[in-house]
């Protein structure tokens, strides 16, 4: 199989067909619509085996929600975007169970380490009505969903996997349904935390920030398991390979001389590639995933240092 | 002036011997110290204006202390990174007061932006004496040096420039010295959280992370300014350029034909790029240094597209 | 002058009247107005030296906001309390300058010690505008009171008088008026957290937890100082202190006999105790200010005795 | 049962040895040790179904260590602190199991409420091994003892009971032995974040912050269960009841009059109580238990007030 480098059938499917020269991928079905001038939706349905083999990810749904711009966004522009994500998320919930069936929602991910925590953070918000329903029932709705949720850490702070967790937890509570919330990899720097694939065929977690572990998903847990991706980080590595096969794809076109190559290196290109590499006013760095550990660490050198000096 | 892209006066000389083919420059002195297996000093001196117009920093002292495999760093190698930091710091905080003079310590950056959160977290962890000495001097030792300290934010969330922060608060305080400790931007990846500058030159606040502002120095608070800066980011514009120049030196080596570009395009160089990107298993990963802002727009767009959806 | 442990106008004025058993305190004006069921506006307004000497506060306007069950508050209701502060501290901004007279807004406090971190965490949500009118004109309205806030911390973490740090900055920013954010100390459980009082006479910083600082009013900046002050803690041994006398209270008025002593103090009273302290359903508890940092502490020699015994 | 508002078992046997006047309690055996000027450790052994009833909590071993001024505690205090909880600790530990059977530690309570915030901040600390066992073997000593650890979070949060989280985990990953560590209440305000309670008969979570959830023991999860308890708060209805009942033994010694209640009215006990409820030096306050929430929604209508007005 290919390396995409990226959890977003949407970009798999771009990155197949670009180096295949395809119009579309054989058993792969793709519809887009506009919302509004900021959000797009795009749902890319992968068929059959052909179309797992190609994309690398199983047969099944994956909606993609791009939000533009939301580092500025308001209130309502918020709102809107969730009232989307809602819709999408709603319509691949009632695919596989009923409107009063149990629902575990999975928060994956390392609360410390900023672009892990997504995952521990949305948990934060959930409305959590199981335990109502089940010791305060006169305090609610009959009709209300029994929701229940969990951050379950990750392997390298538990010395457990995460689906050894959650097997144990699916068997006592019982839901008839997961929802798994991760941060993910893209190749594209716009995407970072601004992109929302809503996936029904599990996840793999920590794909998103390079430890592989275990799958979660209906043939490990024996109950539908809908993912909720949000793209984190893109890794520095596969930021300048793109580059670098841009750049040959261009030396080839012009059919450079060594002149070019020589005015090239001579020339500061910094704000072209600036241009190219930080959409939207970002301010793109290049940081170790662990930036906030080195902080502390580094916090507490330079602390020391100057109490020791005085 | 050449543009650096660094605030480190080391990798500027590197940057300028190299551009130049030079052994030292003219107004330049440099001095190298192995402490250790990990731990590096080196001081650049920059002693006249041929110096400084090549470096692009005035007249002075630049101290860079390198430590190697802080992420992992045990209790004995921080206090004896500290201790190195220290003695630096003593050496040139003594070349401009005595031992009893009035120190204030300023934090620059923001405390909520991650890798701006370098000053602030500091000036948490500093032994202040200031007030002890003024209100209760029974209590402590009559040859403490009085030290105070303060975090004044930045121009994005006060709306006041530093520098009139500082300038209204030294007319009051009447320091003898300033420290000031900021966040940097280093073309190294391998520097990141790794490595202190320690400078009695004054400093740029923002510098580092893309938003120059008024210059915190001698000249324009008229007492010393002892700087220590620490690299917190690389910019992805930054990198990607250095890899095209690297790549481009290899073509004209290797004086390459069509073929070789295209085994080049149809290779998967990625694994050879991140030996050179991602130095001692470090993730390096390219983010918006907005990133946490980011994450709690997401965050907040997911929970409640699941809580209106169940 | 009378020790009234609260820094509340209104509870002055309360403990005042019961005391000396008067209607009203000479000096000393009140208007009282219910807004909806959870909120209830009370001006206090002193006007001559008689109620100066009462209160212990000098002339001026102290307007309370109370506002109930803010526990539970829906985004609704926090929106109907903002909007009345706003419309309260409107009019006294109004009383003082003009429309676009510059402000700046002070966040008194320490953030990283709990009830006392309002003042940096407003500071965080403010709105600023001077550095875009400064700077960037043309993207603003023409008519935009500029805007700047700052977080000085407190005299322990700087070593510097608040006041002196506010001086210097007053004299280089010039705003017009200063509004200055803090936390208090009442006598009422019920107003921790719920309670908003807005003064125009200035603030003494720290009053609330216990460590009283010089003054930052018109006499010491010389130009208004409106402070917003929220109840953030009471004091423990005042608690005890006024249980201790409603419980005489009630022996005199029962002209009890050792009996009834001896079946009190059999009896278990806690329940009663607790209806009386602990109003709405919340969980009150007795901490030292310092919790959090004790936490840590604690922590570490848990978690280090756990490391060294596995 | 006499409710003794208090998670410490040498507090219970303190109440109960005074309230029935006895030297000591039939089914109790104590043993008191001073470590040094400021640490204590009281072994109470309960060995039979009298003490079992006396003090309410089941035969076994409560090990209270106390420790003085940890909160101006220095780097070796806290190291000395460390090194006699893990002495205790392991004591305990070697009655159960062997050296290198499996422990998992478990955090409870809600790393966003302060007083509840423990258990998960203690998680955070402790050095996992049983991934690198299982995973990378050749990294470790072949001696080492497989350790993992859970912040399971609180009912409130997940919807979840703890003993339901834990018993599909146990399940799972078949430790040998529970370390449980949860916030406890004490009556005491001397022992707030000063006391460890170490003892191996479980824990029932969520005692020290009002809401009792089912029991973690060798009973519902079939493994032994050591839990490390730290009081955290003391509710204020006890602290005042506490208050009354010393207060009403002073007024039957003293048979005094009702001119002794009303000078005592009169009077102004504020200092002498404060000297007996806040000892060394803390500034005890009372505060909901939501605190940090409350101040968060305080902090969004002060912030939103302010910007409404400008």
Sequence with gaps: MYNFRTDLAVERREIFRKNNKLKEIDGVEVEEKKINENINVTRVKIVNEKGETAIGKPIGNYITIDIKKIKLAEEDEIQKASEIVSEELKNIINKHISYKDDILVVGLGNLYVTPDSLGPKVINDIDITRHIIKYL???????????????????????????????????????????????????????????????????????????????????????????????????????????????????????????????LKEADNYEEIKEVLNPQDYNMIVTPKEIDELIDNMSSIVARGINMSL
């Excluded at 996936?199 to 592989?212: E, K, L, R």
């Excluded at 539908?224 to 750049?247: I, K, T, Y």
């Design 137 to 263: 029932p006169q305090y609610i709705d009959e009709n209300t969903r029994p929701v229940s949720a969990i951050s379950p850490g990750v392997l390298g702070t538990t010395g457990i996997e995460t689906l050894e967790i959650l097997e144990g937890i699916v068997e006592k509570v019982k839901p008839k349904l997961l929802i798994v919330i991760d941060s993910l990899a893209s190749r594209s720097i716009e995407r970072i935390s601004s992109t929302v694939q809503i996936s029904d065929t599990g996840i793999v977690p920590g794909a998103g920030v390079g430890n592989t572990r275990k799958e979660l998903s209906q043939r490990t847990l024996n109950i539908p398991v809908v993912s909720m991706g949000v793209p984190m980080v893109v890794e520095s590595a596969v930021l300048v390979n793109d580059c670098l096969n841009l750049f040959i794809e261009k030396l080839q076109q012009e059919a450079k001389s060594n002149d070019y190559l020589n005015k």
